[in-house]
């Protein structure tokens, strides 16, 4: 009998070390802090002048005084989210991404599991500490603009407030882990945790930890010392995730290292729709072995709905939690929107994005069709007559997640203004958000060339492209700040939005026609082989 002897931490610790070097062994390190400075120097300049030239004034004092009485709740439900968010990952053996040698090799070696894991959860932790430290930061400079206080107070405490948050979120998550909860338990978990602080925010009471650590982001309106509460929690959740994390499934652990490495090479190519396929598959979101409502084929019209009835068939069988994160997401673009006619016009961007997200599930279809290349040219029709209607389901689906956003602002504003704007907006938001899905999905997977004229230029263009898909998402919501202005001046909202809407139909019009133009560029280049 082989009896295997214990392996002192101490010695993973070393061989981690060691490895870090080697890896370090090429890097210039006064070239990398260099790039870093300037990295973070142009971020800091982007966001102080982004925050100082929207033009937003300073909040009255009821709107300050709602803030004083719910910002606290509001902030505890966002947290919460987060947890949420990540108890969700707990229950498929997230959130740590361990490195296959490490899964493979030291996890399975005689060693104190726990030993083994601490120096990656340790480093998760921190990480994420500083993500969460940064964009509370970015919020707070944002908030400084309407709310009265000094920007060292908001900013330092929107700081703290952010890097608790994401230090609540990963602990609980590495405890959930650690102990191997179900994935329905974990799930039912999260869904409490958001019903608490979504309760906390509706009735005006304070009861959830996470409302209390909510109310740390206020201090630079005055301190409230039950805050600290929250903070205690956070840190002691962060610990309970270090002391559980070596329960950790090594099952679990193996898939997840195998498809977060290729999350990341294909983040590193930027190669968006592998991106959306793996953390589908890191999800475990699996489309549903029967659809909601079966579509039954009708003959007489079957060729010529084709590529419209097979769209309805995909989106179909979207698995539930698809739906609710589309309805999420409405319902955030919504809810920014509303903080945007209220003055806060950075929201936009936040809307622009949630719209933009929804839209590239919405385009599975198209997706689809561009993933099998061979299947879609065996057709009998050009390349971009198919993928030009297979835009037409997404935009349904984006109407109705628009009706979700406009539903979501209701209850915060006057119901006739609302739906004035909101419908009025209804349609170029949603095909302004399928437009910049469509060109992220459709467009070749960018490849490192470096023209002729003007060389230095090429980083530039790498941006541009990036920029672009969400850029024109956002440009679908210009109706709202173009009545938001007109109101100003006691003019008619709904019609200024209604006018600007009109004019913005030229986005979706325009891709429209590269989409369709565009399987003949490309087979003119030699990309596309012939049709059958």
Do not use: K
Request: aromatic share 4%.
């Amino acid at each position: 009998m082989t009896v295997a002897l214990p392996v002192d931490a101490a010695v993973v610790v070393g061989l981690r070390r060691r490895r870090r070097q080697r890896r370090l062994a090429g890097v210039d390190l006064f070239e990398a802090l260099y790039q870093a400075y300037l990295a973070a120097l142009a971020v800091a300049i982007v966001v102080a002048l982004g925050s100082g030239v929207t033009g937003d004034a300073r909040l009255g004092p009821s709107t300050l005084s709602q803030i004083r009485a719910h910002g606290s709740a509001a902030v505890g439900l966002a947290i919460a989210v987060a947890v949420a968010v990540a108890l969700r990952s707990a229950g498929r053996g997230g959130p740590l991404a361990v490195e296959g040698a490490d899964v493979n090799h030291v996890l399975l070696a005689p060693v104190d599991r726990r030993a083994a894991l601490a120096g990656p959860a340790r480093q998760q932790l921190r990480f994420g500490a500083f993500a969460g430290g940064t964009a509370g930061a970015v919020i707070g400079l944002i908030a400084y603009r309407r709310l009265p206080g000094t920007p060292g107070a908001w900013v330092f405490w929107g700081a703290l407030v952010g890097g608790m948050a994401a230090l609540a979120a990963l602990g609980a998550a590495m405890a959930a882990s650690g102990r191997r909860v179900p994935r329905q338990a974990a799930n039912g978990l999260g869904v409490l945790v958001l019903a608490w602080s979504a309760a906390d925010l509706a009735l005006g009471v304070t009861s959830s930890p996470l409302t209390l650590l909510g109310r740390l982001s206020l201090w630079a309106l005055g301190f409230d010392w039950t805050a600290l509460v929250g903070a205690v929690v956070a840190l002691a959740l962060a610990a309970l995730g270090l002391a559980l994390v070596g329960g950790l499934s090594l099952e679990a652990a193996e898939r997840r290292s195998r498809l977060v490495g290729q999350l990341r090479f294909a983040a590193t190519v930027r190669d968006l729709r592998a991106v959306m396929v793996l953390r589908r598959q890191l999800a475990q979101e699996r489309p549903r072995s029967r659809p909601w409502v079966r579509v039954a084929p009708r003959p007489a019209s079957g060729a010529r709905l084709a590529v419209w009835t097979r769209g309805w068939r995909g989106i179909l069988r979207w698995p539930a939690r698809r739906i609710v994160r589309l309805v999420l997401l409405g319902a955030a673009a919504g809810v920014s929107m509303r903080g945007v006619w209220a003055g806060t016009a950075p929201l936009v961007v936040v809307a622009g994005l949630a719209l933009w997200v929804a839209a590239l599930d919405a385009v599975e279809p198209l997706a689809q069709e561009a993933d099998a290349a061979d299947r879609r040219d065996s057709y009998p029709r050009a390349e971009g007559w198919i993928e030009l209607r297979h835009l037409a389901v997404p935009c349904v689906v984006m109407a109705a997640v628009a009706a979700v956003a406009i539903g979501a602002a209701l209850p915060l504003g006057h119901v006739g203004l609302v739906l004035g704007v909101g419908g009025a907006t209804l349609v170029p938001a949603a095909t302004a958000a399928v437009a910049g899905a469509a060109v992220s999905v459709v467009r070749p997977a960018p490849v490192a060339d470096v023209g002729s004229l003007m060389p230095e230029l090429t980083g530039l263009r790498a941006v541009f492209r990036e920029l672009v898909p969400p850029v024109l998402a956002t440009a679908g919501l210009l109706p709202v700040l173009a009545a938001r202005a007109v109101a100003a001046h006691h003019q008619s909202a709904t019609l200024a939005a209604a006018n600007v809407g009109v004019v913005l139909l030229t986005v979706p019009v325009g891709v429209g026609a590269w989409v369709h133009t565009r399987g003949q560029v490309t087979a003119a280049h030699g990309v596309r082989r012939g049709q059958a």
